[in-house]
């Protein structure tokens, strides 16, 4: 049997209410042409067996059983069984449009592309749409040095779940485990690996979010994952000429702020250390964040308040929000 045009990766983890949605919605794509690897990461409920199952109808489906080890466990996991020229990711909990992977596809042969990505709505766990992208089916390619740029200025997308890419060039990218937000890193490391990105003007990718959502949940130590992969990140670009030194230090910057306005009460007793740490860092560098185009008069009078006091700051934080 030959090699399928297209590996789909979903991890799989206490995902029982959704997981059928998202299968079938795979399953049923117009470009028939995929197998589908459901990597079960240790789940608790049913979602093992409901894979199991699929499995069981139809021989697209590869059904991986691991123990709890987080997506990126998962995802790596996925990707050591993946046989398709492609590959692609979806989240358990989300669903695509039937003519996703097919229109994509088609858009990287002809144009030659070794990655593609595309745009999603937004809804609520009750089906409500909060977010809708435009959708005028434009191909916009964008090289490199500006992909990178706009990921550290929070303009790009790091999802893996709307990009399409060459399987050859994922199997050489290792999704680092054990920490949150590793997205943003991996994307960092395929972007130099592809020369830029495309992105495909049109909402394919149906996105839910849910309280339990990591990026959403309650809490700011998320956000020392987002500073430990800044300083990877960092570290494998030193040799890039690319002259980002503002657009970095803004990624840092707003990646504090984000830390010291989460931060609960009890947060910051646990994370007493790493908290001054950045503070201290912050003390040291708050010319540099007055002097940050990209940062708001808000996030500027919030880190330089820190500097004082990171209490002071969250509650100036909240105080400014209740008066917007």
């Known amino acids: 049997m030959n090699n399928p045009t297209l590996s789909v990766v979903v991890p799989v983890y206490n995902a ?7 299968i079938e919605s795979i399953l049923n794509q117009t470009l028939k042409d995929l197998e589908l690897i459901l990597v079960n990461d240790g789940s608790k409920d049913n979602s093992g067996a409901i894979c199991d199952e699929y499995a069981k109808i139809d021989n697209r489906v590869k059904v991986v059983h691991k123990e709890n080890g987080g997506a990126a466990s998962a995802r790596n996991a996925g990707i050591a ?6 590959i692609g990711f979806c ?3 989300d669903y695509l449009d039937r003519e996703m992977y097919e229109t994509l596809i088609s858009i990287m042969k002809e144009q030659n592309l070794s990655t593609i990505e ?4 937004v809804y609520d766990t009750n089906g409500n749409l909060l977010d809708s992208e435009k959708s005028d089916k434009v191909l916009a390619t964008i090289d490199e040095i500006n992909s990178i740029k706009n990921i550290f ?13 060459s399987s050859e060039i994922i199997k050489s990218i290792h999704i680092p485990e054990g920490r949150r937000v590793e997205d943003f890193y991996f994307t960092l490391l395929l972007l130099t690996k592809t020369n830029g990105t495309a992105v495909y003007n049109f909402p394919f990718y149906n996105c839910v979010t849910s309280t339990n959502s990591v990026t959403r949940s309650a809490g700011g130590s998320i956000y020392l994952d987002a500073i430990y992969f800044y300083e990877k990140s960092i570290e494998f670009l030193s040799d890039k000429n690319y002259n980002l030194k503002t657009e970095q230090e803004y990624f840092l910057f707003k990646a504090i702020y984000l830390l010291f306005i989460s931060c609960t009460k009890s947060e910051r007793k646990i994370l007493k250390n790493e908290l001054l740490e950045q503070k201290k860092h912050l003390k040291k560098h708050i010319r540099l964040v007055f ?6 008069k808000k996030e500027k009078l919030v880190l330089w308040l820190s500097t004082i006091s990171i209490k002071l700051s969250r509650l100036l934080y909240i105080i400014k929000n209740i008066g917007e």
């Open 118 to 121: 595309c745009l999603a709505n």
């Open 291 to 296: 002097n940050n185009p990209y940062l708001s």
């Open 81 to 86: 069984k993946a046989t398709g020229k492609y």
């Open 91 to 93: 989240d358990a909990d």
């Open 16 to 22: 029982e209410k959704y997981i059928k949605r998202c």
């Open 153 to 165: 200025l929070h303009r790009g997308n790091v999802s893996l779940a709307t990009r399409i890419t």
